[in-house]
C-alpha cells in the first residue's frame, strides 16, 4: 500500500483545488520557507482524523477553511482527500483505491466519506488500524518528534512499537470487548436488582389480580342487578304512566262533562234572563196600567174599588216577580260558584298531568 494523491480545496492557504501526486520512488516534498509543506503535513494529519484545532495551528477548526485575501473572497467549507493504492492486502480490502475524504463547513458541521460514502471518523481508524497510518502514528514525523519518542516514557514508546508490530487493533477489539463485557456484567446486575425487585412485587401484583378479577366479578353483578333494577323499574313507571293516563283521560271526560254542564247553565241562565226581561217588560206594562188606573180615579169613585182590587192584584203580582227575580240572581251567583270550583278543579288536574 502507498500514498498515491493528495487533493486539498480550501484547506488553509490552498484556495484552488491543488492535486498532489504521489508516485512509486516520491521520498520529500521540498521548497522554500512559506510555501505550504507544513500546511501539506497539516491537511494529512486532518483527513486522518485530528481533533485539535492547537495541533493543527489554529485556534478553532473553522480556521482551517480558506480565510480570503485581498485579491480572492474566503471559501465556506474546506475539503482534504487522500487516495491509496495497493491496499488490498494491508487494509483487507476487495478495493484497489481506498479514498478517505474529510470536510468540514464555516458553522463547525463535519463530515467523513469513505471511498465518496458517508462514514464515522471510527471507521476510518478500524480501518488504518496498524498500518501506521494515522493522526499520531509514526507514518508521520514532525521535526523532533524523533527526539521526543526517545525522551518520552516507555509508555509511550511501547505504542509506537505496537502499531508497527501489528497488534493495535487487536488491543483496540479487546479494550472494546472489554468495555462491552463490563457493561454486559453491569446490565446484569441490574437484571438481578430488577428480577429481585419484579419477585417482591410478584406477591403484592397477585393480591392486586385477585381484587381486580373480585371488582371484575363484583362489577358484573352489580351491571346485571343494576339491569334488573332498571327493567323493574321501568315496568313500575310504565304502570304509573298507564294510571295518569287513564286518570288524565277522565279528567278529561269529567272536563268535558262540567263544560256541558256550565254550557247548560249558562243556557239556563240566558233563559231565566229573557225570562226576567219578559218581567221586567210586564213590571213596565203593569205601571203603565197603574198609571192609567191612576188616570182613570178621577173619571169615577165607583170604580175606586174594583181599580184598588186591580192594584192589589198587580203588587201581588210584581211581589212575586221580584221575588222570582231574587231567586233567579241567587241560582245565578251559585251556577258560577260552581263553574270557578269546577274551573279550579280543572287547573288542578292539568297542573298535576303536567308534574307528571
Known sequence: MYLKSLEILGFKSFASKTVLNFDRGVTVIVGPNGCGKS????????VL????????????????????????????????????????????VAWNEVTITRRVYRDGQGEYFLNKTPCRLRDIHQLFMDTGVGRSAYSIMEQGKIDQILSSRPE????????????????????????????????????????????????????????????????????????HFSQHLYKELEAQR????????QLHSNQELRERDVQEQEAAVAEQRRELELLEEKLVMARQGVNELHNRITQGESRIGFNNERLAEFQALNERH???????????????????????????????????
Open 39 to 46: 500546511n501539506v503535513l497539516d491537511a494529512v494529519r486532518w
Open 242 to 249: 298507564g294510571e295518569v293516563a287513564e286518570k288524565s283521560r
Open 322 to 356: 221580584e221575588a222570582d227575580i231574587t231567586a233567579s240572581e241567587a241560582r245565578l251567583c251559585l251556577q258560577q260558584e260552581q263553574i270557578e270550583q269546577a274551573d279550579h278543579e280543572l287547573g288542578a288536574i292539568q297542573e298535576g298531568i303536567g308534574a307528571q
Open 156 to 227: 509511550d514508546r511501547r505504542a509506537i512499537f505496537e502499531e508497527a508490530a501489528g497488534i493495535t487493533k487487536f488491543k483496540a477489539q479487546r479494550r472494546e470487548a472489554l468495555r462491552k463485557l463490563e457493561a454486559t456484567e453491569a446490565n446484569l446486575l441490574r437484571l438481578t436488582d430488577v428480577i429481585r425487585e419484579v419477585k417482591r412485587q410478584i406477591g403484592s401484583l397477585q393480591r392486586q389480580a385477585a381484587k381486580a378479577r373480585r371488582y371484575q366479578a363484583l362489577h358484573s353483578d352489580l351491571r346485571i342487578l343494576d339491569t
Open 49 to 92: 482524523g485530528e481533533q485539535s484545532a492547537k495541533a493543527l495551528r489554529g485556534g478553532e477548526m473553522a480556521d482551517v477553511i480558506f480565510s480570503g485575501t485581498d485579491s480572492r473572497a474566503a471559501l465556506g467549507m474546506a475539503e482534504v482527500s487522500m487516495i491509496f493504492a495497493d491496499c488490498e492486502k494491508d487494509l483487507g
